[in-house]
T-cell receptor, first 113, second 116 residues
Framework: QKEVEQDPGPLSVPEGAIVSLNCTYS??????FMWYRQYSRKGPELLMY????GNKEDGRFTAQVDKSSKYISLFIRDSQPSDSATYLC?????????????FGGGTRVLVKP | GAVVSQHPSWVICKSGTSVKIECRSL??????MFWYRQFPKQSLMLMAT?????????EQGVEKDKFLINHASLTLSTLTVTSAHPEDSSFYIC????????????FGPGTRLTVL
């Protein structure tokens, strides 16, 4: 079983809809939770970064973390065709040698005009 | 802020040659840099972690003599693929983490390596 599970999709939604993404994890040591967006043949771009349970909002993006359930979510409101990309969840535990990220497999999202 | 660059963005080389990829943090000092490899339609696979002034720590299964990593300064890390072969063709991505241990990683745009 993978440490981080993420539905690969593709997830297809009409423009303007809410995109709902989620990941589950098994390692209770994870303290930091991130969502990255990756366009084809590009490096991942950090969207959201949280380190506690609860909600965090930034523009059209809302990240939720539920440590008790080991479950994180990302919501994208008013989705646009430019949001079509692969979304990667990532998480890490603190380490003096640097926070190694454990990634989900990524969810491919298609926003149709 | 938090911009990471990579050079080159793509490279084609002949089998048996060596290729060097540079990763730079442009507007912050990165005490730790990471190198990843990504195959088509797959997630990122961590290859190694490097701290400035120290030897890199390689993940299990990654050949340290083949993938040489140097983290010479707080803004520059290099990955050299030695004696490259077609199976080394992949998308290589670096990331950088700032000094604060709670900082997350910021990724470069990636380098596409094709070995003929």
């Amino acid at each position: 079983q993978k440490e981080v599970e993420q539905d690969p999709g593709p997830l297809s939604v009409p423009e303007g809809a809410i995109v709902s993404l989620n990941c589950t994890y098994s390692n209770s040591a994870f303290q930091y939770f991130m969502w990255y967006r990756q366009y084809s043949r590009k490096g991942p771009e950090l969207l959201m970064y949280t380190y506690s349970s609860g909600n965090k909002e930034d523009g059209r993006f809302t990240a939720q973390v539920d440590k008790s359930s080991k479950y994180i979510s990302l919501f994208i409101r008013d989705s646009q065709p430019s949001d079509s990309a692969t979304y990667l969840c990532a998480m890490s535990a603190w380490s003096a040698a640097g926070n190694k990220l454990t990634f989900g497999g990524g969810t491919r999202v298609l926003v149709k005009p | 802020g938090a911009v990471v660059s990579q050079h080159p963005s793509w490279v084609i080389c002949k089998s048996g040659t060596s290729v060097k990829i540079e990763c730079r943090s442009l507007d912050f000092q990165a005490t730790t840099m990471f190198w990843y490899r990504q195959f088509p339609k797959q997630s990122l696979m961590l290859m190694a972690t490097s701290n400035e002034g120290s030897k890199a720590t390689y993940e299990q299964g990654v050949e340290k003599d083949k993938f040489l990593i140097n983290h010479a300064s707080l803004t520059l890390s290099t990955l050299t693929v030695t004696s490259a072969h077609p199976e080394d063709s992949s998308f290589y991505i670096c990331s950088a983490q700032a000094e604060r241990v709670t900082d997350t990683q910021y990724f470069g745009p990636g380098t596409r390596l094709t070995v003929l």
